[in-house]
């Protein structure tokens, strides 16, 4: 079947530090592969997408790719700001998915300044 | 483009009422979709439909719960009668389909439903 799993939150991290949620899937076919981020009190907005393997996506100084040896999609940034704070999720669609989207349970991150 | 627009952002109901929530998609996208996101559970998937038609209700947890679209600029989600466990926020989202790729979901800002 389809899945998404991502790492168990919350994480917490200062000012400027690297940050990396990790997001591994289970799909038939090739799906898209799309990060989510869902600020207090809001829906959640698309971040970056990759639709093939190899592809990278990027936005707002976070980056993922699309990576089909290891099934995975993890999104990077290479200095966090306060803002950034915020609920992430990583998610997969396709047509095989019954063109349904598979979200991930989300992770957490706090930025303290 | 408005984005998608759900009312009323904030329900608060006694248990046994009847709850309507509303949904105006972005114009021109062929998919809607029902979300309900809870601390517990995470966002699941309700229902969605595609040019007006459901094409899968399986996330509806019970028959409490129905949905329907009328036409493609409108889409309600009622629960009648409404029960305590049923305090979620409520995301409707949609989506174009274009040719092979998988388009995005775009997100209304939720309605927050509280039964008491």
């Known amino acids: 079947g389809n899945s998404v799993t991502q790492m168990e939150g919350p994480v917490t991290l200062s000012e400027e530090a690297f940050l990396t949620i990790n997001c591994t899937y289970t799909a038939t076919g090739y799906p898209s592969l799309f990060w989510y981020v869902q600020y207090p009190g809001e829906g959640l907005q698309l971040l970056l997408k990759a639709t093939k393997a190899d592809d990278k996506g990027s936005n707002k100084g976070f980056e993922a790719t699309y990576r089909k040896e290891t099934t995975s999609f993890h999104l990077e940034k290479g200095s966090v700001q306060v803002s950034d704070s915020a609920v992430y999720f990583c998610a997969l669609s396709g047509a095989r998915t019954g063109n349904q989207f598979y979200f991930g349970t989300g992770t957490s991150l706090t930025v303290i300044p | 483009d408005a984005g998608v627009i759900q009312s009323p952002r904030h329900e608060v109901t006694e248990m046994g009422q009847e709850v309507t929530l509303r949904c105006k998609p972005i114009?021109?996208?062929?998919?809607l979709f029902w979300y309900r996101q809870t601390m517990m559970r995470g966002l699941e998937l309700l229902i969605y439909f595609n040019n007006n038609v459901p094409i899968d209700d399986s996330g509806m947890p019970e028959d409490r719960f129905s949905a329907k679209m009328p036409n493609a600029s409108f889409s309600t989600l009622k629960i009648q009668p409404s029960e305590p466990r049923d305090s979620a926020v409520y995301f409707c989202a949609s989506s174009p389909l274009r040719g092979r790729e998988r388009s995005p979901l775009h997100f209304g800002n939720g309605t927050r439903l509280t039964v008491t």
């Open positions: 114009s021109g996208h062929d998919y």
